[in-house]
C-alpha cells in the first residue's frame, strides 16, 4: 500500500511563510506527477501547484510569486514553500500523487489526509 503524509501546516500571521512536506511510501515503483491541493470551508477543492518527474511546475495564475513546489525524487518528498500568506489561503492543503506501483504502465492516484493551514492575525 502507498501513503502520502504530510507535515507543517499550523496556524501563521498574514505574510507569514510556511513549508509543507509530503513523504510518500509503500511500494512505489515511479511517481510522475505530485501536485499540492487545498479546500477552504464551503468551497471546491483547488489545485495549488504540480510538479512533474522532471522538476516541470505548474500554478494557477492567482498563486503565481507566492507559493513554491519542490522535489527530492530519491526521497519521494514534495514540498510547498508558501510566502506572503494571506488569509484567503486559509484551507486544508492536501497532497496528491500519480505514481506506478510496478513495471505495468498503469498509473495510481493517491491523496495524503490533509495538513491545516491558517494564516490569521
Known amino acids: 500500500q502507498v501513503q502520502l503524509v504530510e507535515s507543517g501546516g499550523g496556524l501563521v500571521q498574514p505574510g507569514g511563510s510556511l513549508r509543507l512536506s509530503c513523504a510518500a511510501s509503500?511500494?512505489?515503483?515511479?511517481?510522475?506527477?505530485m501536485d499540492w491541493y487545498r479546500q477552504a470551508p464551503g468551497k471546491e477543492r483547488e489545485l495549488v501547484a504540480s510538479?512533474?518527474?522532471?522538476?516541470?511546475?505548474n500554478y494557477p495564475d492567482s498563486l503565481k510569486g507566492r507559493f513554491t513546489i519542490s522535489r527530492h525524487n530519491a526521497k519521494n518528498t514534495v514540498y510547498l514553500q508558501m510566502n506572503s500568506l494571506e488569509p484567503a489561503d486559509t484551507a486544508v492543503y492536501y497532497c496528491?500523487?500519480?505514481?506506478?506501483?510496478?513495471?505495468?504502465?498503469?498509473?495510481?492516484?493517491?491523496w495524503g489526509q490533509g495538513t491545516q493551514v491558517t494564516v490569521s492575525s
Open positions: 509503500g511500494s512505489i515503483f515511479s511517481i510522475s506527477v
Open positions: 510538479i512533474t518527474s522532471s522538476n516541470k511546475t
Open positions: 496528491h500523487a500519480v505514481l506506478r506501483i510496478d513495471w505495468s504502465t498503469r498509473e495510481y492516484s493517491f
